[in-house]
């Protein structure tokens, strides 16, 4: 089954504890990216990923790294979470041309 | 910078009341303009894509419509299993990278 799997699904910290967000993804895709969704803002694009090896930021880039060593994977860190990062992210996926994104299902995470 | 604001926040509608979610957008170039679904707990999921005023497209009870300033999404005879949040998106020529996604529609129909 096609499908972008992230882990945890919940994650509970405290600020300045460093954490790591897996995504993989099964479709052999070129393009991954992050967002972060909250109330009233929409999804948010954090960082993203044209192929192995390239990265770029999005729109809200500060206090993450991304890293992309693998095709299906791009795992997202935070070195010194803050209560501000507090959300809910959501990596995907996509084709070259960029249309139709896949999701994975989501990683809550608060930050105390 | 590109703006997406989606309208009403939320609606209720009773089983078979047909209704519109609004998508009104601004945009350097619209390269593309996107529909997706969400339910709870779990990440969108794509409905469709839109590339230029005048284009419809259809799946099931729903229609996404296209102008130059905003986008519709017509649900007709909804029913409950049509509950969902429903977001709006658009890319930018020139931008073939990221999508900005409106804060979306909360979508309850009641039986």
């Known amino acids: 089954e096609a499908q972008v799997t992230q882990n945890p699904r919940y994650l509970i910290t405290v600020t300045g504890k460093k954490l790591t967000v897996t995504c993989s993804q099964n479709?052999?895709?070129?393009?991954m990216s992050w967002y972060r969704q909250d109330p009233g803002l929409g999804l948010r694009q954090i960082y993203y990923?044209?192929?192995?090896?390239?990265?770029d930021k999005g729109d809200v880039p500060e206090g993450y790294k991304v890293s992309r060593k693998e095709k299906r994977n791009f795992p997202l860190i935070l070195e010194s979470p803050s209560p501000n990062q507090t959300s809910l992210y959501f990596c995907?996926?996509?084709?070259?041309?960029?249309?139709?994104?896949?999701f994975g299902s989501g990683t809550q995470l608060s930050v105390l | 910078e590109d703006q997406v604001t989606q309208s009403p926040e939320a609606l209720r509608l009773q089983e078979g009341e047909s209704s519109s979610l609004n998508c009104s957008y601004t945009v350097s170039g619209l390269r593309g303009l996107f529909w997706y679904r969400q339910d709870p707990g779990k990440g969108p999921e794509f409905l469709f894509t839109l590339y230029s005023a005048g284009e419809e497209k259809e799946k099931e009870r729903l229609k996404a419509t296209l102008t130059k300033k905003e986008s519709f999404l017509h649900i007709t005879a909804p029913k409950p299993e049509d509950s969902a949040t429903y977001l709006c998106a658009v890319q930018a020529a020139g931008s073939a990278r990221q999508l900005t996604f409106g804060s979306g529609t909360q979508l309850t129909v009641l039986p």
């Open positions: 990923s044209m192929n192995v090896e390239v990265t």
């Open positions: 995907a996926s996509t084709t070259g041309g960029k249309e139709k994104l896949f």
């Open positions: 479709m052999n895709h070129e393009y």
